[in-house]
């Protein structure tokens, strides 16, 4: 019993003292637009799926941060079980991006411009074929537009790399949303 107490009071105080070195930081939550390498084949078009994305950035130096990113997004594309010389057909997928990484950034004026890289991984699930998950890196950056004190807009792009079914993925990232800075 002595040694949970101590464990308790032991993470407690750990977590006031990583919050008394958090400086600021920034919540995001908005639109998301995927652009990638189809799934069953490179020669197929490239497909183009719909979300979301959310980040939290937590300041651990005036121009640099710590980011969590997530996103899903979902959509259909043309598939195949045998290659591009088979025949295709249309299948829903959704894909999910778990992505850690750092952020610097610097504001001037009402703009706060940003780069970042960030590594994690990636879960897709094409409905009629089958799942898969994959090692994922992001590169990109973009800015975000003080609206009020606490209230932002942010635009990014990131190029998103992941290798899923043997084959690599090449895709783009756009999204565009509200930055809560705390």
Known sequence: MRKLVFLTCSIAFLIGVASAQMRSGNAFFGYSYYNSTNLSSPLFNRATTNGWEASVEGKILP????????????????????????????????QYNYLFGSRVSVS???????????????????????SGTSFATAVGGGFDYKVMRLLGWRLQADYVHTHFFN??????RVSTGIVVRF
């Open 63 to 94: 121009f640099m941060g710590v980011v969590a990113d997530l996103d899903g997004h979902f959509g259909s594309q043309n598939v195949s079980t045998c290659g591009q010389g088979c025949g295709q057909f249309r299948s829903a997928v959704s």
């Open 108 to 130: 001037v004026a009402k703009f706060r411009p940003f780069a970042e890289v960030l590594i994690g991984g990636s879960h897709v699930n094409v409905h009629l074929l089958s």
């Open 167 to 172: 084959a690599k993925q090449n895709n783009i």
